[in-house]
């Protein structure tokens, strides 16, 4: 009895031991991908999928010369992966000695970010100064594909030159939204719903009050830059935080895109019940 039991602990052991195998297995070549990501690497990666797939083609069509020819193409194609990868070898290497492996995929997140805020931020400030209307809606976790169709698309990489031109006026998007959906212009040109509220200053244009509209019906974050002020603004969770210096509007934003969720209250001096110039 006691064998047995000695048996099966060494059997869940064993279990519990090719599990962990599987992970890491997986886990490596996660990171592998992840480090290619962006790379030449990823399309030479699907060349030597097509070749192995014809490899086995030629195997069970019974090819036998291009099969033969296949092989001699995999055979020395380890050693043209050695050269060709040679790069991305080098920084994988680097960064295992460095012990920043398994940090990449937070620091790409975090360059992405910062890239994006900068670009948002460096847009918003030109238009701003010169007094250049804009809209722009920021999808979270509510999709905004209904007000999308409602304009041109786009599914543009986000960069400020990109953002200034679309907003220039008497251009063919400048009039009505662009709306951002997973890091990219997804459209311009889109209408949102306006808001209906009483309390909404009447000082406030039809930007504004879009903006206010959706914030109401979505968890969108909604920034305006005012025609007639240049004031810059941004509306979430049926707040809008008015009157934003650059540098309050880019920790701000940050905090709404890309960090937790701000309390209503978060400054009384930007809320819409606050200042009365917009």
Partial sequence: MQIIEQFTDIAAVDMIFKVLDVLLVWYVVYKALTLIKGTKAVQLLKGLLIVVLAKFATYVFRLDTLDWLLQEVI??????????????????LEQIGRGK??????????????RLIEAMKKSVSYMAKRRIGALISIEKDTGLNEYVETGIKMDAAISSELMINIFIPN?????????????????????????????????????????????????????VV???????????????????????????????WFGPEQDSNLASKWTWGGKKNG
């Avoid at 662009?178 to 309390?199: D, G, H, R, T, W």
């Avoid at 969770?237 to 701000?252: A, Q």
């Fill in 75 to 92: 055979e020395w194609g380890f050693l043209a992966i050695i050269i060709i990868f040679q790069p991305e070898i080098r920084r994988a």
């Fill in 101 to 114: 492996l398994f940090q990449r995929t937070n620091s790409q997140q975090e360059d992405e970010q910062t």
């Fill in 171 to 223: 251009t063919p998007l400048h009039d009505g939204a662009v709306i951002i959906q997973k890091n990219q212009i997804s459209a311009s040109a889109c209408y949102l719903p306006l808001s209906e509220s009483a309390f909404i200053s009447k000082e406030l244009g039809t930007r504004h009050r879009a903006a206010l509209g959706l914030s109401e019906v979505t968890d969108a974050i909604t920034i």
């Fill in 226 to 256: 005012s025609e007639e002020t240049g004031a810059i603004s941004i509306t979430a969770n049926g707040n809008l935080h008015r009157n934003l210096t650059i540098t309050e509007f880019e920790e701000l934003l940050r905090k709404m």
